[in-house]
């Protein structure tokens, strides 16, 4: 949950940002779910893997780990990213 919430936050900041700019270079709340992704993104794949955790696991003590013992690469966090979207995607338009 923690994670989410920093995700959507930095979301929520960008839209805010550009819907209080004189110009908004782009449409506002575009650009605040594009940098929401964005953020999840980075944090899910590059910080937890130069970290090993991410803020909300932090918070448990916790670190990903495989069945090995040893900390999961960057292309396997990239997949499991990309396949948690895929899942949360599916969740929302089943729903719908």
Do not use: C
């Amino acid at each position: 949950m923690v994670d989410l919430l920093s995700h959507i936050a930095v979301g929520l900041a960008v839209w805010y940002t550009f819907d209080h700019s004189p110009e908004p270079p782009w449409n506002p709340i575009m650009s605040g779910v594009f940098a929401g992704i964005a953020a999840s993104f980075v944090h899910r794949t590059f910080v937890q893997r130069l970290i090993r955790t991410t803020l909300g696991k932090v918070v448990f003590g916790l670190r990903l780990r495989q069945e090995d013992g040893t900390y999961p690469t960057l292309w396997r966090l990239i997949k499991q990213w990309f396949g948690g979207t895929v899942a949360a995607l599916e969740v929302v338009t089943s729903l719908g």
